[in-house]
């Protein structure tokens, strides 16, 4: 992900998350960081908030857990709050029904 940038992805009505999914439970990794920084996770097309979900330095690798909030268009949004790229892995560890 580039830096100040998002990227959005498909959690709801895919990957075996039913479509109804409110949430969704992640293990966040970010590896290879070009530069210190933190990523924000938050359901797609919504504001971002102004918060931290990992936080990471230059170089590192670092995983997190996080539950996050499905968009109404089933998306969800990680933003790179950083000056430089970062690679990101979002591994789908379960998910919120109503």
Do not use: C, E, M
């Not at 992900?1 to 439970?25: E, I, R, W, Y």
């Not at 918060?51 to 909030?69: C, D, E, K, M």
């Amino acid at each position: 992900v580039k830096a100040d940038s998002a990227v959005t992805f498909q959690v709801a009505g895919a990957n075996g998350v039913p479509t109804g999914a409110l949430a969704a439970v992640f293990n966040l990794t970010v590896t290879s960081p070009k530069s210190f920084g933190f990523i924000t996770a938050y359901p797609s097309g919504s504001a971002r908030p102004n918060a931290s979900n990992l936080n990471f330095s230059t170089g590192q690798t670092v995983p997190n857990l996080a539950n996050v909030p499905v968009g109404s268009d089933g998306r969800v949004a990680l933003f790179n709050r950083s000056s430089g790229s970062a690679q990101l892995i979002a591994d789908l560890a379960g998910y919120f029904l109503p």
